[in-house]
């Protein structure tokens, strides 16, 4: 049992629903890794994709790590039963010789190749990946579990911005959400926070509404920001600083009552301890957004959540960052608090698939093996290219 093929491609990507929109030369990496398994007579072929927000990463994927994994013997790659193609000892494949720390893009092109052998190795399993997940894990899942979600959006759009942001909150509560996130700290604090009432003007009220600073503010903009927020009691408030300036982060924790929100442009277990050990933040209220494929994937997401939980987190503090199908399984298998998705940004990999169901702020997952890809059509016609 071996790896016998991976493909990948570099893809812009959007912000915005309107693809035509400057994106900023945004782009993702998308694989397809072939194993010399057969399902119904075709080889299985797993997906995956760098998530969003960094860049792709052909090179590392293409000379570095896509190479370990074709050259790799089939008793580094299989599991214990001898039926299939074991996740944790292909990731280990991957980054046999690479030296700690370093993690700066390397982590995305590793988490990239994880999803789509996760994405293989439960369709070899006929199951889909968030009952395969839970069983490696020894959990338990529900029958037909659902994920609470929230609807991420908002972005600072380049014409006609607050017209804009209204259709857009609008559309995510048509569609079923009850929670939304926007973004801010892309242009002065008087026009974020007319940004922030014309969200709120279309949410029942302030608890269903987030937002996003994109590690952009410094210290003395964090506390304005963090002052003229607090009397909102908004939902959380994400991503204040640079996402290492601890220090920083700390004195905002200090100055801010609110939940807030941080982790996404943390990349390994190290920064996570780090981040709890230094920044200030509440175990009792702030939140975790964290995403695993950035973190090296599943392996290094699962160590990020074990290590945060037996320090005191709780598994409903843990609101992964990605905004796509994967991380709606993980949070099934792992019992975490809910997922991001984005019903508009970031096509093809934006909305769920087809059938699913949003309804109260939850959503169903995709009943068929892997992770579901070929039921996005956006999606589906991507991955398809790489065959």
């Known amino acids: 049992m071996r790896i016998i093929d991976v493909s990948e491609r570099l893809l812009p990507v959007s912000r915005y629903a309107d693809r035509g929109a400057p994106e900023g030369g945004l782009t993702t990496s998308v694989v397809a890794v072939t194993t010399d398994i057969s399902r119904h007579g075709k080889p299985v072929v797993g997906y995956g994709y760098a998530s969003v927000g960094r860049f792709g990463q052909s090179g590392l994927i293409r000379e570095r790590f896509a190479p370990r ?8 790659l299989i599991n214990d039963a001898g039926d299939n193609v074991d996740p944790f000892r292909a990731w280990t494949v991957m980054m046999t010789g690479e030296k700690p720390g370093g993690h700066g893009e390397r982590c995305v092109a590793v988490g990239a190749l994880d999803m789509a052998i996760w994405d293989a190795a439960s369709k070899i399993a006929g199951l889909p990946l968030y009952r395969f997940l839970a069983r490696c894990l020894n959990r338990v899942v529900d029958d037909r579990p659902r994920v609470r979600v929230y609807a991420s959006g908002g972005y600072l759009h380049p014409q006609n911005d607050l017209d804009n942001l209204t259709d857009e909150i609008r559309s995510f509560v048509a ?35 987030s937002v996003d600073a994109m590690n952009a503010y410094s210290l003395e903009q964090g506390l304005d920001a963090a002052s003229a927020l607090a009397p909102l009691g908004l939902r959380w408030f994400e991503d204040v600083c640079d996402p290492l300036d601890f220090p920083v982060q700390a004195r905002i924790a200090e100055a801010y009552a609110s939940p807030l929100a941080a982790g996404e442009a943390l990349f390994s277990l190290a920064e996570a301890k780090l981040l709890d050990r230094h920044a200030g933040l509440r175990r009792a209220m702030d939140v975790l957004v964290f995403d695993p494929v950035h973190c090296y994937g599943l392996p290094g997401y699962i160590d990020v959540v074990d290590h945060l939980t037996s320090q005191g987190w709780a598994r409903n503090s843990f609101w992964p960052h990605g905004g796509h199908l994967f991380c709606l399984h993980v949070v099934a298998a792992m019992g975490l608090a809910g997922a991001e ?43 398809q290219t790489l065959a």
Request: glycine residues 12%.
């Open 69 to 76: 994994l074709l050259k790799a013997p089939e008793d580094l």
């Open 175 to 209: 569609s079923g959400f009850e929670d939304v996130k926007i973004k801010i700290g892309a242009t002065e604090l008087k026009r974020d926070l007319q940004r922030v009432e014309t969200a709120l003007a279309q949410l029942p009220d302030s608890k269903h509404l």
């Open 341 to 383: 998705l984005t019903p508009l940004a970031f096509y093809p990999f934006n909305g769920l698939f087809n059938g699913a169901v949003v309804g109260g702020g939850w959503a169903s997952l995709p009943d068929i093996p892997g992770i579901g890809f070929e039921l996005n059509d956006g999606a589906w016609r991507v991955f």
